[in-house]
């Protein structure tokens, strides 16, 4: 699955019983009528120094700080990690959604970076490769890219409730988690390995793209505490219930299935 929307989707057609996504994608599905559940956490070590975004600017946009955005059109998700950080962004720099014009359009691919190089958009977040891509495409023409200065590293898989009613299934995710876990420390431990088997020989990358992406990446890390996971995710819960008037929702009790707190403390031999 490409993203937050599209893994909604297979769960409601039932065809796939658990996702990996930011912390949006959780979010919009309880509040669009979809019961879904946070079964694991992961972040970033030193998040600011290792963002995942950074924010593209487009060629001929007079942009040389983030508050300069005013008035300027922007690339926006609303039900992806990407829109919500366009949100933080704006509220970071004092500015409202009414003080730019907000251009709705999924983050799929490249889409961003044919946006912004195409003069759709003036502004859009940029993750992973498409940084670089972006860059070496437009930078000639004057495409630049901003550091946003937040927070952008959550990561969780996510699952129906209706999955997790099926014990077997249930019992089958806190093995998953498990095992997810133990993979996000051998990637932190063994970076080369990683970019040659995964990034060169199944996602298709050359090996200096691969460099660049875990050298971005920086070292993941698995809390086997939530609390301050749930914490910053409840802000994120908030900022979106005001910002794009959705109900207020409780993370703890509604987005979270506490019982796989403990999954990846067990996984990991203890807290880390």
């Known amino acids: 699955m490409d993203g937050g929307p599209q893994t909604t989707e297979a769960f409601r057609a039932d065809a796939l019983d658990v996702g990996a996504v930011a912390d949006i994608p959780p979010l919009h599905a309880r509040w669009t009528d979809l019961d879904v559940r946070v079964i694991a956490a992961a972040e970033r070590q030193d998040p600011l120094d290792h963002p995942l975004y950074e924010i593209g600017i487009a060629p001929g946009a007079d942009v040389d700080e983030l508050s300069d955005i005013e008035g300027l059109r ?3 998700s609303p039900g992806q990690a990407q829109g919500a950080l366009v949100l933080r962004l704006l509220d970071s720099v004092g500015l409202g ?8 359009m999924t983050s799929v691919d490249d889409t961003y970076v044919q946006t912004l190089g195409s003069d759709e958009v003036d502004v859009a977040p940029l993750g992973g490769v498409q940084i670089r891509r972006y860059e070496e495409l437009y930078g000639q023409d ?12 959550p990561w969780h898989l996510y699952a129906p409730e209706e999955v997790l009613e099926d014990p077997a299934k249930a019992a089958a995710l806190h093995a998953l988690v498990q095992a997810w876990a133990r993979s996000t420390q051998w990637i932190s431990e063994n970076p080369g390995e990683w970019a040659q088997g995964y990034y060169v020989e199944h996602e298709g990358l050359s090996a200096d793209d691969a460099a660049y992406l875990v050298e971005r990446d920086g070292q993941a890390v698995v809390p086997t505490d939530w609390d301050d996971t749930i914490e910053r995710h409840q802000q994120t819960a908030d900022l979106l219930s ?21 999954a990846a403390s067990e996984a990991l031999g203890g807290d880390r």
């Open 74 to 76: 922007v690339a926006y």
């Open 97 to 104: 959604q009414d003080d730019v014009e907000l251009v709705e």
């Open 142 to 153: 004057g495409g630049t890219t901003l550091q946003h200065g937040l927070r952008d590293d």
């Open 242 to 262: 005001r910002e794009q008037d959705w109900p207020e929702v409780d993370v703890r009790e509604d987005v979270y299935d506490l019982r796989y707190e403990s």
